[in-house]
Structures are given as C-alpha cells and as structure tokens.
C-alpha cells in the first residue's frame, strides 16, 4: 500500500497502488518516475510508483555490482583449478622427460649398430613408446587450458571495463554508502506515505475472487476502523427476508468456512448496502427508511433513525432492483448514505452522518438518476457511480461533497462473473469489496496523491 522538502521541493504527485490484504500490485523494482515538469509557479510535479519497502536495495547497480562479483568469484575458482591441473601436468612431464632422453639415446644406439641389436632393442623402443602413450591427452589438455586462459583474460578485460564505467558513474561515493542513502531516503518516503489519506481514483484493477458462495445477491466486509490486527469479516447473503450476520475472525477462516459467530439481527435487512464501522453495523430495515446501528460488542441495537424524504422498498434502487434504495458507505472521511428523493427527483442525494447519532451532517444533491446507477462507493469524500451493473460496466460518473460539483469519468473495472449486487470501498485496505454473481470479490484502486511540503503550506 506513506517531510519530502528536502528531498523534492515542493510539491510532490506520488501515483500510489491501494492494497489489500491478500493482493499486491505494484513495481517490483526501483521508484519509477513516469513523468515530471513544472507547473505554473515553478513547483516541482513528479509522478512516481513506489516499491516494497525490501527492494530498495535491489537497485540496477548493486545488481551489476553482484553479477560482477559472482563472475570474478567463478573466474577464480576456475583459473585455481586450472593451477592446480597444470602443477600436475608439469610434475608428469618433467618425468616423461628423463624417459624421452631415453629414447634418444636409444634410437642412436640403434643407428651405430642396427643388426645385432635390433631386434632386443624394438621390443625396448616398444616399450618406451607405450609408456609415453599417456603424454597425449596431456598435451591435448594443455592446449585446451591454453584457450581457457585466453578467455579468462578477455573477460578479465571486459570487467575491467565495466567496473571503471561504474566508478566513474558513482564518483566518490563507495557503494555501501550510496545504498544507505538510498535506504534513508526510502524510509524518509515511506514515513511520509504512510500519512497519506486521501485521493482521486485513476483507476481499478482486479478481481481477486475470494471465496464463491451463497446466493446472486449479498454484502461481505471488514470493519476499516479496525487495527490492523483485527481482520474480521462479516457476511450478509441476500437481499431481504434475512437477518443472520456470520461473522469469521479472518479472511483465511472466512475462504474455509471457519464460522466464529452468528448474530440474529432484531430487524430484517433491505438490500445489499450495509457497512461495518467502527464495531457498529449499519443498515437498512427492510420496507422503510429506516437506518440501523447495531453493536457488534452488546449484540443490541444502539440507535435507528428514518432518512428522512428517502425513497424505499424499490422506489429508487440501483440498475439491478433488490431492494438497493439506501446505500451506506464509509471512507477516510466518515459515514454517508446515498439514495433518492421525490424532492431531487429521484436523483442521487448524498448525506454526511453522525455515526453514534445517525443524524445528517451535511446533504449533497446531484443531478445523476439513482435508477440509472448500477452502484456507488465513496472514496475521500467523492462518490463514484458506475453506469451498470451488468458486463461491460465502468465508473462514469463522480461527485465532489468537498467543491459540490461533478464530472463525467470513464474507469472501467472488470464484472468477471457479470452481475455485480455490491460495490463498497474499504478506507483501511484501500480496496473495493463486491459481490459478484455469488462470487466474493476485492478490486484494487489507484489513488492520484497530493503531498504538500512545509515550504507549500
């Protein structure tokens, strides 16, 4: 899935992957700068993907330096080797050397007498040539070792070449120190994303199915308020006629089916649109516009309030029907709740709510029909409507509550199982949970960031 003054001065774009927890996306090498220039005022505007924070150190050079070090390493392995084969081969040649002299003299002893003495000395002259008989493939190994050496010096020289390219490249500074550096700064950045937030949706990438389970219509979640050691999941199958919560202490016991707990809701629920917040459940009661909170820690309904002029059981609901009128969502700013009213003519109102009192906060009409959305999710106080929820669906539309004005997008993300009953944003994992057809789903999001320095703020 994060001040920068002295590093970039002074403002900075990062162009960052969300995460979840079972998926990871993002560049397996290096900060990457994909573009940079300068706006208006001078300020300095870079884009730039951000690795894991392991890899840092695996950077082009020090790469380069291993590779030339693992070669040098097998060089010398080699050449003593090599040493060791030659040593060997000298001690045996210096003792075919005494034979060879041997020879010579027989073969002139041969010339002064050739009839008496030929035949007692070819069976010697025999003799001494099956004993030279294993000098040849000495020879023929040294004539190997001597193309091997050649080959050692011209790698010899080719590495010579590249290590005083990279000195020359890395100046004064030793290696080690540079990696350092690196990693100072890594840390420096990392600390400064790790306070980011908020940002605009570029894009959407994924499914990750999950598990596959229950009917065509439901709502799974996580509670984004959660540390991060609690990962429970709570799933909600079907649109109407229930009231059962099943609770799972993880995504691993959820895929296994490892049930944790089963709550029995005192109302029924409508739709697919409830969210976990901060240990609370909220949702709509079926056949009213009535909001819920229920404690997921006393099992008891804390506080339920009528969304006042809210249209209800089917009135105003997404693309797909189900009872979707009421839509609950949370982000990085809060709790909200998005359906229709007469008074908008059944075009999206968006509400900021009290989440202990349910009470609004502030409200936002659009100009964009509820029944032709096929879902919505909030991401940093912006809501994203997606113009289907069938194949080919994508995000078309999205609403500003912080500059009240909207505009027309065009992000498409892939409806692999082809009928899409929930879309929700999770703020904590920076992903998007769906029910898919049946099919549990995450999407990943890429978030556009802004970083202000203190020297801009």
């Known amino acids: 899935m994060w001040s920068l003054s002295v590093v970039l001065n ?35 505007i870079c ?31 080699s050449i003593e080797v090599l040493n060791l084969r030659t040593q060997r081969d000298f001690q045996y040649i210096m003792r075919m050397e005494s034979q060879i002299k041997g020879l010579r003299s027989k073969f002139r002893q041969i010339e002064a007498d050739r009839k008496t003495l030929v035949n007692k000395n ?21 004539k190997t070792d001597a193309k ?16 005083m390219g990279i000195q020359e490249e890395m100046g004064a500074y030793d290696y080690e120190e540079l990696q350092q550096r690196v990693l100072n700064l890594e840390n420096r950045l990392h600390s400064c994303m790790n306070k980011l937030t908020c940002g605009k949706l570029m894009k959407i990438t994924g499914p990750l199915t999950v598990k596959t389970s229950g009917t065509r219509f439901g709502a799974w979640m996580t509670d984004p308020l959660a540390s991060p050691k609690n990962n429970r999941v709570w799933y909600m199958d079907s ?5 059962i919560v099943k609770e799972y202490k993880s995504i691993a016991d959820f895929v296994a089916g490892v049930e944790a707990r089963a709550y029995n809701l005192p109302f029924k629920w409508a739709g697919t649109n409830h969210v976990v917040y901060n240990g609370s459940l909220y ?38 029907g189900g009872f979707s009128d009421i839509d609950l969502m949370a982000d990085e700013l809060g709790l909200w709740a998005v359906y229709a009213t007469n008074q908008n003519a059944g075009n999206i109102v968006i509400s900021k709510l009290n989440p202990d009192t ?6 936002w009409n659009t100009e964009y029909s509820k029944r032709n959305a096929g879902e919505s999710f909030m991401i940093c106080g912006i809501l994203y409507i997606t113009n289907s929820h069938l194949t080919g669906a994508k995000v078309y539309y999205a609403y500003s509550t912080k500059t009240s004005t909207y505009e027309y ?49």
């Open 283 to 320: 949702y709509n009661k079926m056949q009213s516009n009535i909001i819920v909170r229920y404690s997921f820690e006393t099992g008891r309904v804390i506080t339920q309030r009528a969304l006042e002029s809210a249209g209800f059981h089917n009135v105003y609901p997404y693309t797909w």
């Open 47 to 77: 884009t730039v993907v951000a690795p894991e924070q392991n890899l840092c150190s695996r950077d082009a050079k020090g790469r380069q330096l291993r590779q030339l070090l693992e070669k040098v390493q097998n060089m010398s392995q």
């Open 10 to 44: 002074p403002l900075l774009f990062l162009l960052l992957f969300g995460s979840c927890p079972t998926v990871t996306i993002r560049p397996k090498e290096g900060w990457q700068v994909y573009s940079s220039a300068q706006d208006a005022d001078g300020r300095c």
């Open 239 to 243: 649109y109407t006629n229930n009231k």
């Open 409 to 457: 997008t065009d992000i498409p993300f892939h409806n692999q199982y082809f009928h899409m009953s929930m879309l929700d944003y999770n703020a904590r994992d920076r992903a998007l949970y769906g029910w898919n057809n049946g099919h549990q789903v995450l999407f990943n999001v890429t978030l556009f960031h802004i970083i202000k320095t203190e020297d801009d703020s």
């Open 122 to 142: 070819f069976q010697e002259l025999k003799g001494k040539m099956e004993s030279l008989q294993p000098l040849i493939p000495v020879l023929e190994q040294y």
């Open 358 to 363: 349910l009470q609004i906060i502030n409200t």
């Open 148 to 163: 091997l050496i050649s080959q050692f010096k011209e790698e010899i020289r080719n590495l010579s070449g590249v290590l």
